[in-house]
């Protein structure tokens, strides 16, 4: 798909779009845990549904309700006996999309099970490095083979919950599916050491689902060990209710867009989140954009805007909206974090730097550092732009074009359904003349 984005000035209220961190989590905690959970205002974009057919194929039973929620019944996967709930072999791949967190994280949950498994994915993730796996799962007696470290994934367990040591600075994704496959097997006195762990606002997130749901929770001994206590066990609830809380991913995209070309509010915004990229904020607030922020929304308008500096290695998916943002204050912005965007869907400070400078943003890669020259706004040089196969990349650049002095049009622009299927709409919905080409 292509869009035009013509320049436009936004206002209005949005929800936000539900957050796919939350989401992918509830399917993984409702999987592992024996009996039935409902989730309501459940995610729509494809790394949501990816999640409900990992689930799915692995024997939950997934039931949409009339008001939108789903209900989720399991009997454990792996079970007593290590069987599935659907019996025997599972006779199919797990195909994970093209979802990093959802391969990261079912990965380990799934190695509980016996039976030889394949595990498989789609697009970039195909490209993706997993070498964490052959490295860490033959140490909990799991048996793997890759692709020289890459998808597909034939994995045979079952996992047995050691003391163990990982390395978390490519992702803290790796130490997630672990903690699930821990406490799904009710892991006493057991240890998950971790070195150099990025992004800790995610594990908070994992381990408040981890409790919401009643799994057996680790101690946090500061972010370097995750403690499994035998005292400690799963507090096993007859129903499960839980609500996927407002996306401040997707979500900054559109406070960015506000601060660029008008005034809006989203709402669903939980100033108590544990979501790391609520950090939007302090940036908005540090470039001089005016910001409310409330209980369960923020607002946002447009105003003068400066030079930042801002840290985001424990947030690295705030990159693009961060760029578009920097884009339109006078100076140098300086972000930190760069050495993260790597392995996304995307190289993504080299598919930034190649788009931005088509509308005349330089943009300097130094170490971990990353350089935007804003001009106090952007000046089209190619009209044509192009997301990379990448959802954030089109975002970013849709923003960035709402107060450009010429329209613009992005290539591959359906990679937003990845996680914002509607973020197009919602962008019409406050006013910007989107409109598609094919």
Known sequence: MQVSIQPSSISGTIQAPASK????????????????????????????????????TLGAKVEELQNGSLKIYSQNFFGASNSPSTGGDLGEAVNCGESGL?????????????????????????????????????????????????????????????NISIDGSLSSQFLTGLLFAYAALN?????????????????????KVMNDFGLKTPKNKNYKEFYFSSSTVNCQLPTVNYTIEGDWSGAAFLLVAAAIAGEIEVTGLYNTSTQADKKIVDALLDAGATVEVYDDKVYVKKNKLEAFEFDATDCPDLFPPLVALAAYCNGITKIRGLKRLKHKESDR?????????????????????MLVHGNGGVRVKNYILNSHHDHRIAMACAIACLQADFE???????????????????????????????
């Open 408 to 438: 613009v049009q992005i290539r591959n622009a359906d990679a937003v359904n990845k996680s914002y299927p509607d973020f197009f709409k919602h962008l019409e919905t406050l006013g910007a003349i989107v409109k598609k080409i094919n």
């Open 21 to 56: 961190s939350s989401m992918q989590r509830a399917c993984a905690a409702a999987l592992v845990c024996k009996g039935e959970s409902i989730i309501h205002n459940p995610g729509n974009s494809n790394d949501d549904k990816a999640a409900l057919n990992v689930i799915k």
């Open 349 to 369: 400070g080299l598919t930034l730097k190649e788009e931005f400078e088509k509308l005349s943003t330089q943009i300097d890669l130094h170490g971990d550092e």
């Open 102 to 162: 959802g391969i990261r994280m079912f990965t380990s949950i799934i190695a509980l099970h016996q039976h030889e498994i394949i595990i498989t994915g789609e697009g970039s993730l195909l490209n993706r490095p997993m070498n964490f796996f052959d490295e860490v799962l033959p140490q909990l007696g799991v048996t793997i083979i890759s692709n020289n470290g890459k998808l597909p994934l034939k994995i045979k367990g079952p996992l047995q919950p050691k």
């Open 187 to 207: 892991a006493k006195d057991v240890t998950i050491k971790v070195d150099n762990l990025k992004s800790k606002p995610y594990i908070d997130l994992t381990l």
